[in-house]
């Protein structure tokens, strides 16, 4: 069962214990779930989309792996937050115990209306983002589309077209609408955050040392 952010049990659920660096301080959190290049963590502290921040947790050896990241997703609790962190390095030791069979990437849940038009360019149709991931998004339209296909999706308001190939479809409740997930051509990182976060990595400098750190010689709270 999963706990509600508002829980006051949500803390004490068997996700792995990390540590938060934040303007060097050190914050308590859990590792929600974990990719090869990018993490959910849940934490009290109130941190912003586009701060650049480190995770801290024991890795295999049981030393300590420090990992710089930057916040591109943000689910607001009571008490309590999610944050979706776009990693700086692919790191395959992080723990992968929350990620549900068959499910690949992590989704980060949004609301983004925008246009969908077919290869031809003859066709548009309205369709809202309801995720996205660091390389694809889901939408929900009333549109047809087939496995394979190569269609465009212009969220409303911006000035920027993906690119994007249909990889499954799904019919959603009994609405007229389906799901349709979609990947992109183009090397997008999580094309859909309120952060650039390709750009604010660059910025980001990494441990002198790499990440993995003697356990005697990390400070953790």
Request: some cysteine; overall charge positive.
């Given at each position: 069962?999963?706990?509600?952010?508002?829980?006051?049990?949500?803390?004490?659920?068997?996700?792995?214990?990390?540590?938060?660096?934040?303007?060097?301080?050190?914050?308590?959190?859990?590792?929600?779930?974990?990719?090869?290049?990018?993490?959910?963590?849940?934490?009290?502290?109130?941190?912003?989309?586009?701060?650049?921040?480190?995770?801290?947790?024991?890795?295999?050896?049981?030393?300590?792996?420090?990992?710089?990241?930057?916040?591109?997703?943000?689910?607001?609790?009571?008490?309590?937050?999610?944050?979706?962190?776009?990693?700086?390095?692919?790191?395959?030791?992080?723990?992968?115990?929350?990620?549900?069979?068959?499910?690949?990437?992590?989704?980060?849940?949004?609301?983004?209306?925008?246009?969908?038009?077919?290869?031809?360019?003859?066709?548009?149709?309205?369709?809202?983002?309801?995720?996205?991931?660091?390389r694809g998004i889901?939408?929900?339209?009333?549109?047809?589309?087939?496995?394979?296909?190569?269609?465009?999706?212009?969220?409303?308001?911006?000035?920027?077209?993906?690119?994007?190939?249909?990889?499954?479809?799904?019919?959603?409740?009994?609405?007229?609408?389906?799901?349709v997930e979609l990947?992109?051509?183009?090397?997008?990182?999580?094309?859909?955050?309120?952060?650039?976060?390709?750009?604010?990595?660059?910025?980001?400098?990494?441990?002198p040392t790499g990440?993995?750190?003697?356990?005697?010689?990390?400070?953790?709270?």
């Amino acid at each position: 069962m999963l706990l509600s952010l508002d829980s006051a049990d949500w803390m004490a659920v068997a996700y792995p214990a990390i540590s938060i660096k934040h303007n060097c301080a050190f914050v308590p959190g859990k590792l929600w779930d974990s990719g090869l290049s990018d993490a959910l963590v849940g934490t009290s502290a109130n941190l912003r989309v586009g701060d650049a921040i480190v995770i801290v947790t024991e890795g295999q050896a049981h030393d300590i792996l420090a990992v710089p990241g930057v916040i591109h997703w943000k689910r607001q609790g009571t008490t309590a937050h999610k944050y979706g962190v776009a990693l700086k390095e692919r790191v395959p030791q992080f723990a992968r115990s929350c990620r549900k069979p068959g499910v690949s990437r992590i989704r980060f849940g949004c609301r983004v209306t925008g246009q969908i038009q077919t290869e031809c360019k003859c066709v548009c149709h309205s369709a809202v983002a309801v995720d996205y991931s660091r390389r694809g998004i889901s939408l929900e339209t009333q549109a047809s589309f087939a496995v394979g296909e190569t269609i465009q999706f212009a969220p409303l308001g911006a000035a920027v077209t993906f690119n994007v190939i249909v990889r499954w479809i799904q019919k959603v409740g009994r609405t007229n609408r389906v799901g349709v997930e979609l990947d992109f051509f183009n090397k997008h990182d999580y094309p859909l955050a309120a952060v650039n976060v390709r750009a604010t990595l660059q910025t980001i400098k990494t441990e002198p040392t790499g990440f993995t750190h003697r356990l005697d010689s990390t400070r953790t709270p």
